[in-house]
């Protein structure tokens, strides 16, 4: 770990296996500006939706008319931090990984270096093992099939709803 901690605060991107390089969440958390802009476009999103305005629209929905896969997270981690986890996996199955993907980000927005860099190292360690980020990107992709398979009136409404 220490190699690697050491490459990233010097600058450098850290040498991986042949083939494998940093998983797209680590390089997310190794850029203290991209995680901490990230971090304020997702606070600002749910408090908007929070006081009732409209945060940013869906293009997809905008542009195609069709419910994107994250259709209805805003409202789910929302009624999630209200503590209403029946509600919230209601209205978006991943609204739990969504909460703490935040976390994650915001921490190492704000972490010290040091802790920040290890945080950045285990991630990596950990997408590389299990490619974590393209099993949830797939099983949201998946729970979006499902949706319009079994459910299509539910998200149809969903989308009519304010994110």
Not at 141 to 158: C, H
Request: hydrophobic share 50%; with cysteine.
């Amino acid at each position: 770990m220490g190699t690697r901690v050491n490459a990233l605060a010097e600058g450098r991107i850290p040498t991986a296996p042949r083939g494998v390089g940093l998983s797209p969440l680590a390089s997310l958390l190794g850029s203290r500006p991209a995680a901490a802009l990230l971090a304020g476009i997702a606070t600002l999103q749910l408090g908007l939706v929070a006081v009732g305005l409209p945060g940013w629209p869906c293009p997809m929905l905008q542009g195609l008319g069709i419910p994107c896969p994250g259709c209805g997270l805003s409202r789910a981690t929302l009624e999630l931090l209200h503590g209403r986890w029946r509600a919230a996996l209601a209205e978006h199955a991943f609204a739990p990984l969504l909460l703490a993907a935040m976390a994650l980000i915001a921490g190492a927005s704000l972490l010290p270096e040091r802790l920040r860099l290890a945080l950045v190292d285990g991630v990596g360690r950990l997408e590389r093992r299990t490619s974590l980020c393209a099993i949830v990107l797939g099983g949201l992709l998946l729970y979006w099939i499902a949706r319009f398979a079994f459910d299509r009136e539910a998200l149809v409404e969903l989308a009519g709803r304010r994110p």
